[in-house]
């Protein structure tokens, strides 16, 4: 059902629109469809965005569930990562225009709905190269990966990188980005289709996590020098062997975690190596600026390509939580069709 919409020389009228929100923190149930919420209004430097697609993050399932540090207002509307077009634009807003193309992974009323408001400087052009479905995969993805690459581990050309859990929306921007960048690239994955994917998207080398002994493949592969850069996505199950991988002055920067786990802080002494955690919200303006710069250049010059992995409709957002955290083996941007 399309959202009640209404026209008004020109600019959007007070209607309605459909959208997902959370009234109680809890499990997947307790995101309801609703077709009675407002359109959100604009102030002076914000943009309503038509969403056609929006991404699927694990934060928003910790969000939703009440057990992230920072707990949203409800009732709450997930969604960051949204591609769409220009509705409407406030009255101190001059990049934009209604009709655009835009990406954003900063939305501020939520992209589990057919309409959301973002901040005019976190909004992006959407190449006409590019689907909306590509345009929401590349957000929270692609900031998220140049962080933790270039800002946090300092990854140099000719350094080799390990993308742990290579085959989901961040571990496949990271394969892109280092590539790009001149790194030695190495992924896993946990299926074959998996390992496909990661050495399509950039890996020299893709290995199953799931087999035996793949460590020692690693290992090899390197020819046991260990790899300079670990890009973790799951660190509460490999943190421990990571540490293990590394090269002198090796540093794994955790950028996914979903429970505790044991190490031995000798691990780190004789290499020297480093273990950096990385979170996006902690972004200054001026890092975001220069990801930014960055991701629009790697879409000028063709290295960002977006994957879309499983799509589900609006009204399957509950679904979606629960597959996203299943680990069955990621295989690109998950995403809600809008």
């Not at 050309?157 to 892109?176: K, P, T």
């Not at 992924?187 to 799931?210: D, I, Q, S, Y």
């Not at 002198?248 to 273990?275: F, L, Q, W, Y």
């Not at 063709?302 to 994957?307: F, N, Q, Y």
Request: charged share 20%.
């Amino acid at each position: 059902m399309e959202s009640h919409v209404a026209m008004a020389s020109g600019r959007l009228a007070v209607s309605l629109m459909r959208a997902v929100q959370v009234f109680e923190f809890g499990g997947p149930s307790v995101l309801q469809l609703r077709s009675d919420v407002p359109i959100p209004k604009l102030s002076d430097h914000q943009v309503l965005i038509r969403v056609h697609a929006c991404g699927v993050n694990p934060v928003e399932v910790y969000m939703r569930s009440g057990s992230y540090a920072r707990k949203p207002t409800l009732p709450w509307t997930p969604g960051h990562d949204v591609g769409g077009v220009i509705e409407q634009v406030g009255p101190c807003v001059t990049t934009f225009q209604k009709g655009d193309r835009v990406f954003t992974s900063q939305t501020i009323s939520g992209g589990y709905a057919e309409y959301t408001v973002a901040s005019d400087d976190a909004v992006y052009h959407l190449p006409d190269g590019l689907s909306y479905k590509e345009g929401s995969a590349i957000g929270i993805p692609y900031f998220t990966a140049y962080r933790a690459l270039l800002q946090k581990a300092h990854a140099k050309a000719g350094e080799i990188v390990l993308v742990h859990g290579a085959s989901g929306g961040v571990g496949i921007a990271a394969c892109q980005i280092a590539r790009a960048h001149g790194l030695r690239v190495l992924g896993t994955a946990g299926t074959p289709e998996g390992m496909r994917l990661v050495e399509k998207n950039g890996a020299h080398k893709a290995f199953n996590h799931r087999e035996m002994g793949y460590t020692d493949q690693i290992k090899h592969d390197t020819g046991d020098r260990g790899v300079n850069v670990i890009i973790e996505m799951l660190s509460n199950v490999n943190l421990n062997s990571d540490l293990q991988l590394l090269s002198n002055g090796g540093r794994v920067i955790i950028v996914g975690c979903r429970g505790t786990i044991e190490i031995n802080p000798r691990d780190t002494m004789a290499k020297e190596s480093s273990i950096i955690g990385t979170a996006l919200n902690s972004a200054t303006k001026d890092e975001l600026q220069e990801t930014a710069a960055a991701i629009l250049a790697g879409m000028e010059v063709g290295w960002l390509k977006p994957v879309v992995g499983p799509e589900f409709p609006l009204e399957k957002a509950a679904m979606s939580h629960e597959e996203i955290m299943k680990g069955s083996g990621a295989r690109g941007k998950m995403i809600l069709n809008i």
